[in-house]
Every structure is written in structure tokens, then in C-alpha cells.
């Protein structure tokens, strides 16, 4: 049975409804009945090929949520009508010293879901077992999608940093990713810190989590506040006055990255002194994507959203684009 | 009871016997009687006013090793006699977060060796009684003085990052520090990489703990090891290829950096990729410098030394500035 798809021929182009045969179903594989999907700034970069990697006809969405459809002869943990999502992975190797030591979102040879193979931006996606995970029972299905992406994205540098619920934390720009970043934080016990720009987006910010804020391009302002904090996240894709950050940070503090910042440059001397580091990541390992859930399910967080049909999803980009988003998008399917 | 040491009188001058008097003994102060000193690249650096914090008349040396000559009324934990040594930190405030949580290295109030106060290359040296820490029964006094600097500079970043024996590492230069830091992670259980530009440092390199080694230089030869280290640590203080060396870390992998380097540029989608991270360090914490001592007491590790009389400094000064120091140089004084 055919899929039915909203895809880009052409970088540039809109997204037009695209119906493509998915073949047999892989003996590993399940078939998600999209319901939601959530709009990740990674989709835009895609759609223009920001990274050299897209493969067109490119049909976006990896924050998927939704109902199995169909699972795969050898697939162990899901069935049809379970309740699950996907990310921006869809399958890895599950063998290299990556996957065998539960890091398998840094095997080298996984998939990603929309990486030369077709999104949920669609009726029905599918992907390897070991990347769709179950949503705790009664978990909100239209706004799991985004946690999948952007939430385990930001999720990730807690427990990889294993920061104590005593740190000080600071999250730099309050969007799809740091709006949950602040969420997360605060339910971990840490004292939370939104550094944004946006005048607009302070109120919304301490509601989210935040304990303060700072704004992140008032260096004057951003000074004061010199050693003090143990880790600072970094969600924008713009570059800032790293030095100036790394100074903010306590002794032993680290800044980190997980949004495509130009190359980062900072002076050695003030990483030795405070035995401060830089680091970076990417979306989370399955487990701590289920660690995540059930975080989140405890502590009631969910991503701030706002739906369109999926029929709008070029509207829908065009929002994001255009910097509009409070807080993330999600597309609802209405082309079943 | 007045102190001889070398000093020198303003950037670029020789180092001259000076006496000066060094007042009152403090309450939480020792005095050393200095047998033996280290000549670390930092007194090179500091006789230049490299970092333009150098006050003259300097007196260098941060690598002392001696014997306990007077203790002041307050000191707990030393007593006339007791063999110790001295690195380049001389006093904490005891008082701070960092102090208090055992980093004391960290301590943004602490005051170093020789900044704004006398060091080592003389017949005594005094410090606070926290920074002067006891050498193990039976430690060899001449060979001590350089684990106080160089030695704990490589060392803390094994606890830090708590480097499993399993780890692979490699040490980027094989000079002063890098040569202990080969005996430390091979005593560790780690596999070892030295990464040198001097063919004649291979076979010496392999002698001190090196399984194997690569040149630091060659881009062709380092990219046939990507994605194989845990850990680098970079001991050089001039700029490599660190995009390359970052290619060669292991997801999870840290490039750390002891050497002051000119600033650090990285390309930002490896590290998010790999889980990567950039790191840096001073010296270790007392607590870890006694650690660091009993290890390698226990494991016979040493620096491998060559000795001048005091006396004759600025011959050991051109010798290490020339590059030829195999692999640390230590004064003999013979100035009593």
C-alpha cells in the first residue's frame, strides 16, 4: 500500500503531496500510523540543503507520533496499536562498540529518518524497532512528537554531564529546544537561567522553568554575572561571544553545544585556569529517549505547541522560518 | 635570616644571586630548606613575561623539593625535617567553594609560586602549608621536584576524566610533561599513543611507556588512526591541525589540553556528532598531588632528569630554551 507524503522536489520548492510504494516491510522494521509530527528547524535545514546531505525528492518530519500499523517478522517489543514515536534516527547498526555499549545514537552507521529515506511528514513512516519508542501509558500523543527531536537533544547533556539537581544552569536561546530545556531543569531541582534576546519571550521563559534571565547579547548585563554558573546550553545556530560565555562559568563549568554554530574559537588560557571544557551532542540513545518520557510524564513537561493540518505544512514552515514559532510546531495529519 | 636565590632584574636578563630578607615567618607558613628545584617551561615564560604578569625582581622555580626547615605556629600537618615538595601553587584561601570542595587548585584567590612573591632556584623557599605536601618514605628528593608541576599537570587529567584502564590515550608532545604522562597512563593500564615530531624521541618514547606512536605532524599518518582514542592529552604549546586530532577521538572522546596553546578553533558538527568535547586543566589539588605520589611511588615512575648546579641556571635556562632538555632539567643547589 502506497504512502502518502508531503515532499520537496528541489531545494527551494514547496512541499507537495507525494504517494510512493515503501516495498516489503523489513523483518526489523515497524510501520507507524502518523498522527503528529512535530516541525524541527533541522527540516528547514534539509529542505535547503544546508548540509550537503539532502537527497531529493526529501519528505521532512522526524519527531513523529503515532499508532504501529504493521511490525516486521522479527520485531520483539512492539505491536500494532502501541503508542510510540520517532526521532531524528531511524535505525543503527545495533553491533559496533557504539551500539553495544547503549550509545546507539553514536553509531557510526546509523540511518537517519529522513536522510536518503522518506519523514513523517506523511500518512505512515517506518523505521527500525530499536528507534521507536513506546510512550508511557496516557502520555499526550499530539505533543510527544517534539520531545523525540528537540527534547532529547537537550535532554541528553544532563545526563550525559550527570548535572545534580544543585547546579546552576543557564540555557541560551528560549525556542523548540530550550523552551523544554528550561522545563527539564527545573523538574531536575537546578536553578534555571534563560538567556534570550527576545524581549517578548522573558514572561513565557520564567513560566517554562526559568528562575532569571538573561539577555544573551548585553555583554554588560551578561558580565555580572562572571563565575557562576556549572553549565551553560547552547540551543542557537548563531555564533555569540563564546569567551565571554566561558566566563560565566564556574570552575569546572562547561559550555555546551547543541545547535550548528559556526566553528567555535576560544582562548586557552581561562579553560585551563578553571578547568572548564567545551563539549557538544547530538539526540540521546533510545534508552535515555524512554528515560526522557517517563521524566517527562512524571513531571507533567510538554513542549509549548501549535498544530496545523498537515495540508498547511507549507504555511507551517514558512512560520518557522520566519522566527514565529511559540514554541514548536506540530503538523496533525488530515491526508489519511 | 636572610634568603639567597637567583633572580632576575627585568625581561631578558641573566639570572644574579640576590639575598633578601623574608620577613616574619607567617602562622600557616613553612620554610623549605630547597635541595633539589625542577626548571619547568612556566619560569621560561615567566622570566619573558610571556603572560605579562611577571613582577621582578623574579626568583623562578616552582618545582622544589627539600626538607622542612621552620614551620609556623599555626601548621597541623608538618614539622622540621619532614622531605616535601612545592609546585607552582603556594597558597589557597582555604575558604571558598572550590577550597571547600577540595579543588583548592581552582581557588580564584590562590597565589602562585612565583608570581608576586620568590620561588624555588634558591636556598629557601616558604609557602602555605596546604601546597607544601610530604613525599612518600623512601621517595627519591631529586627526582621529586618535577611530579609537583609538570607531573601533576598530566595526572589530573586522568582523574578528572576518570580514564578507565581500558581507555586508549594518546600524549601530544613528549617533552617535559608528555614524558611523565607516558609513565602514568601505561602504569594506569591504558594503551598508550605518543604523538611526536621527533624521530629521535620514538624509541625513548616506547623505553618511558608509548605501545605505539605517531607523528604529530604528518596528517596522512594521523588519519589512518581516526576514531581511536578516548582521550588526547596535548602537552605541545604550539597550534596543530585540532579538527584532525578531534577526527581521531572515539564518540564520547575529549581532546585536553595542558599546554598553553594559541585560542582553540573546532568545527562544531564533529563534536556534536561524536559527543566530543574540549577540555583543559591547571595543576592538580594537594589531595590529588599526594595521590598522584603514592601512584608513583607504588609504580617506580620518575621524570627523567637531567641535573646543573644551581649555580650554573643560566646555562640550564639556554639549555631548556634551546629545546635539548631530556626531559627535565633539575638544579642542584650548592648555594648554602
Same mark, same amino acid.
Given at each position: 500500500m502506497t504512502i502518502k507524503a508531503y515532499a520537496s522536489a528541489a531545494p527551494g520548492k514547496p512541499l507537495e503531496l507525494l504517494e510512493y510504494d515503501p516495498g516489503d516491510l523489513g523483518p526489523n522494521e515497524v510501520e507507524i500510523n502518523v498522527e503528529y509530527c512535530g516541525v524541527c528547524h533541522s527540516d528547514l535545514s534539509m529542505l535547503h540543503n544546508d548540509w550537503q546531505i539532502t537527497q531529493y525528492p526529501l519528505v521532512p518530519g522526524h519527531e513523529a507520533a503515532g499508532t504501529i500499523g504493521k511490525v516486521g517478522a #522479527?520485531? !520483539?517489543t512492539l505491536k500494532p496499536g502501541d503508542t510510540v514515536g520517532l526521532g531524528w *534516527? @531511524? @535505525? =543503527? &547498526? *545495533?553491533? &559496533?562498540d557504539e551500539c553495544m555499549s547503549g550509545d546507539h545514537n553514536l553509531c557510526q552507521s546509523s540511518e537517519a529518518s529522513i536522510v536518503g529515506r522518506h519523514g513523517g511528514f506523511a500518512n505512515r513512516v517506518r523505521a527500525s524497532e530499536e528507534w521507536v519508542v513506546k510512550l508511557p501509558d496516557g502520555f499526550d500523543l499530539k505533543s510527544a512528537g517534539p520531545l523525540f527531536c528537540g527534547g532529547i537533544t537537550v535532554f541528553n547533556p544532563i545526563l550525559q554531564h550527570r548535572i545534580s539537581p544543585t547546579s546552576r544552569v543557564g540555557v541560551v536561546g528560549i525556542g523548540g529546544l530550550g523552551h523544554m530545556a528550561l522545563q527539564f531543569l527545573n523538574a531536575w531541582g537546578c536553578h534555571v537561567t534563560a538567556f534570550t534576546s =527576545?524581549? @517578548? !519571550?522573558i514572561a513565557e521563559a520564567k513560566e517554562m522553568g526559568a528562575h532569571d534571565t538573561l539577555n544573551s547579547r548585553d555583554d554588560a548585563e551578561l558580565e !555580572?554575572?562572571?563565575? =557562576?554558573? #556549572?553549565m551553560i546550553l547552547v540551543t542557537v545556530n548563531v555564533e555569540l561571544n563564546w569567551n565571554l560565555y566561558i566566563s560565566l562559568? /564556574?570552575? /569546572?563549568g562547561v559550555l555546551h553545544f547543541v545547535g550548528a554554530v559556526p566553528d567555535v574559537t576560544a582562548a586557552i588560557f581561562p579553560l585551563i585556569a578553571g578547568q572548564k571544557s567545551i563539549a557538544a551532542s547530538p539526540i540521546g540513545s533510545p534508552r535515555n529517549i524512554k528515560r526522557m518520557l517517563e521524566f517527562s510524564h512524571l513531571h507533567n513537561i510538554k513542549p509549548v505547541i501549535e498544530t496545523f493540518p498537515m495540508s498547511k505544512v507549507n504555511d507551517a514552515m514558512a512560520h518557522l522560518e520566519a522566527g514565529k514559532a511559540r514554541y514548536r510546531i506540530v503538523l496533525e495529519n488530515d491526508i489519511n
Open positions: #522479527d520485531v !520483539k *534516527m @531511524s @535505525s =543503527s &547498526c *545495533m553491533h &559496533c =527576545s524581549e @517578548s !519571550k !555580572k554575572a562572571a563565575n =557562576s554558573f #556549572d562559568l /564556574r570552575p /569546572r
